[in-house]
Structures are given as C-alpha cells and as structure tokens.
C-alpha cells in the first residue's frame, strides 16, 4: 500500500528514538508525496523470483536475470508511481476495470462464497483482497495514462490491424457471456405496503436511468446490496447457466446500455444494465480491434513511455536515498537525499520556545526562511535579555 500508519527511514533513527516512536521501514525513495519502501522492492525480487522458478528457471540463469531485475527494480517502482500521481491528477477513473478483473478471476476459480474467495486470493497472491485490488489499481491507471498520453499519438495502418487479426483469430475465441450491474431492492420482512412502495420506487429508478442519470449514482444511493453498491452495481461475468430463465430471455438479446424493466424476486426487486455482451465464438474485428491496437502499439511505445516517464521525472519532487540507483534517472535531475536527522531543530529548549514566542509577537510580518531580520533598538534589548534569541530565523 501506498500509505502507511509510521514509516521512518534508517536517516532519521536518532530523532525516531527521541521520539519513542519504533523504526518500521527504511525509505528507499520519495516521490512527491509518496515513499518507496525497501520492502517493497525486496517483495517485487521475491515475486520475480517466483515467477522465475515457476517457468523452470534456475541456476546461473536464474541469479542472471534475478540480478537485471534488481538493478531496474526502483526504476520500475518510480515509474509506476509517477504514472498514478499523474492519472489523480487526471481524474482517471479505474474502478470498473477492477471490478471486472476480479469478477473474471472468481469465475475462472469457481469459487462463489466471497470468504473462500478471499481466502483464495491470500494463498495465491500473499495479499489481501484489499491490497490486491489496489495494486489492480495502480496497474490499469499506469496502463491508462499511457494509453491516454502518449498511446494516442501511434497511428497504425487499419491493413496491419486486420492482417494481425487474421493471423491470430484463435486469441479472440470467447464462449457466450454478459456483464452487468443491478440495483436491489429488498423486500424481505416488508408488508405488503412495502412491497408495493418498492415496486413504484423500482419503476421510477428504470425510468430517471433510461432518462440518462448515470446508473452508478443510483446504484450507490438506492441499491440495498451493499456488496455490489461499493463498486457502481457490478456482478461477475454470467453465462446463460447461471441466470434464471426470465431475465437470460433479456440480457443476451438486448444492446449494451440497455436497462431493464424490475424483475420481481423471492426477496426483492432487481433492475439490470447490460455493460457488455459477448456472443459464444469468434469475436468480430471491430470488438477486439482496440486491443488490437494496443498490443501493436506496445512495442512501437517502449522509446516515447521513456521520455514521457523522463518529463514526470524532471518536474517531480524526487529524493533517492544513498545506496538505491534510479536506472531510469533524468540527466541534470538532483535527487540526493536531504537527511532529516543531519537538519537542526526549530527550538532546543523551553526558555528559547519563549522566547522566540516573545519576539514574535513584535514582528508585524513573518519573515521568509532563509532572509535575515533587521532588529529594531527595541528588538536588540530583547535579545540582550533574552540570551540565545538568534538575530536570523532558524532554518527549518
């Protein structure tokens, strides 16, 4: 995660200690108003590492490619972050994607009950639910802002993107799916009274929604299934199994957009909309033609994403601490580490806090760090009574 309850680097043991508070991690970079933590590289090695092993790589091989990805380790680091900071500056919005990731996830496992859902995400990524859909995060909106700022100016010819098609029609085969998001609206332990004062707030949610209000602002507001209302309504991807007979009759024949009239269920009553649909077989050129475009674009990518990543790089806040190496440095860009703990303190003693206190209360303006305060006769007999008063303001 990128924000943390204490985290104080090795640099600043001296005051941690002063301050009773206990050194959890050392920084290893900061990055405007984020940190990099040694831990988080140590646990990218060890995932690497992983991977490595799974593919059967080992030995001499091994330690050679695990000592490449060490040296671009901060590098990577850095470079995703930047890409997040710029996508909030953006107002880049991933949640969907990230929903459906997982939903797709839970399908492919076949595993319905959310705790051994949980549960099996931890076995296999040694993350929480939580922490994973933020690291699902922080890669689509790097994905994103690439594809945003510098993906839209490569221009591939229509011929290349078909021919790639053409060659590679077996990537594109899907079995028949939809994806969609509900709003619930439960009736259980309701009185008939109730029931019917949900039905007419059902309708009247069909219609504002088929007005053009946006659906995710009426899922959050009205839906009573907490679970979906969180992420804008959305379920996992269905296949026609999985749905009952009335609204399967519905969802694979109508168009993406599509909302649907309240289906009245044992429990309540629920409203759709079709996110996305996808027909058993071959997908057509034009469904798959965007990712198309960006699995072509990738390669021819790689040399602009660098000098992209190089402009954030020159106009970010960035330290690197003594020991860690920035492969991917801006050239002329000063990121030597500013030690907190080699900084002097504002105030050493309670009889200086007073004073300076004092002093203050004198001044009719605040004066800039760095600039030196002409004293008035009245100001110097302060001094004069008040020892250890500095003539400049102490350097923060």
């Not at 680097?9 to 990055?31: G, P, Y």
């Not at 060659?167 to 008939?192: A, C, M």
Request: proline share 4%; charged share 30%; hydrophobic share 35%.
């Amino acid at each position: 995660m990128l924000s943390r309850f204490v985290v104080v680097s090795c640099a600043s043991v001296a005051l941690a200690m002063a301050a009773d508070i206990r050194v959890v991690e050392e920084i290893a970079a900061k990055v405007n108003g984020d940190i990099i933590t040694r831990g988080e590289l140590d646990q990218a090695r060890k995932e690497a590492e992983a991977g490595l092993r799974a593919q059967g790589v080992t030995g001499a091989k091994l330690q050679e490619q695990l000592r490449s990805i060490s040296a671009n380790s901060l590098m990577e680091q850095i470079d995703q972050l930047l890409l997040v900071q710029r996508g909030k500056d953006l107002g880049v919005s991933v949640d969907g994607d990230v929903t459906r990731e997982i939903a797709d996830i839970q399908v492919r496992s076949k595993i319905t009950d959310p705790d051994q859902f949980q549960q099996f995400v931890r076995e296999n990524t040694g993350m929480t639910i939580e922490d994973y859909r933020d690291r699902l995060k922080r890669q689509y909106l790097a994905q994103r802002v690439i594809g945003q700022e510098v993906g839209y100016r490569i221009s591939i010819p229509e011929a290349e993107l078909k021919q790639y098609y053409d060659e590679h029609k077996d990537e594109f085969v899907r079995k028949q799916q939809v994806f969609l998001s509900q709003i619930l609206l439960s009736t259980e332990g309701k009185t008939p009274e109730q029931v019917a004062a949900a039905e007419a707030k059902a309708k009247l949610l069909v219609a504002r929604a088929r007005k053009g209000e946006k659906f995710t602002d009426l899922v959050r507001e009205n839906s009573d299934d907490e679970e979906t209302a969180r992420n804008g309504g959305s379920l996992p991807p269905l296949t026609p199994d999985l749905l009952d007979q009335r609204i399967r009759d519905v969802v694979f024949k109508e168009n993406k957009g599509y909302i649907t009239d309240p289906f009245k269920l044992t429990n309540g009553f629920l409203i759709l909309r079709i996110d996305e649909r996808h027909d058993a077989g071959l997908a057509s050129f034009d469904e798959v033609r965007a990712d198309i475009q960006e699995r072509m674009a990738r390669p021819r990518m790689e040399p602009k994403i660098r000098e992209y990543l190089t402009r954030l790089r020159m106009q970010a806040f960035l330290e690197i601490k003594e020991g860690y190496v920035d492969s991917g440095a801006a050239a002329g860009k000063d990121t030597r580490w500013r030690d907190v703990a080699q900084l002097r303190p504002q105030t050493t003693t309670k009889e200086e806090v007073a004073a300076r206190t004092r002093r203050r209360k004198k001044l009719i303006f605040i004066p800039i760090p760095g600039t030196v305060v002409k004293e008035t006769p009245e100001d110097a007999a302060d001094s004069d009574t008040d020892p250890g008063v500095p003539s400049q303001p102490i350097q923060p």
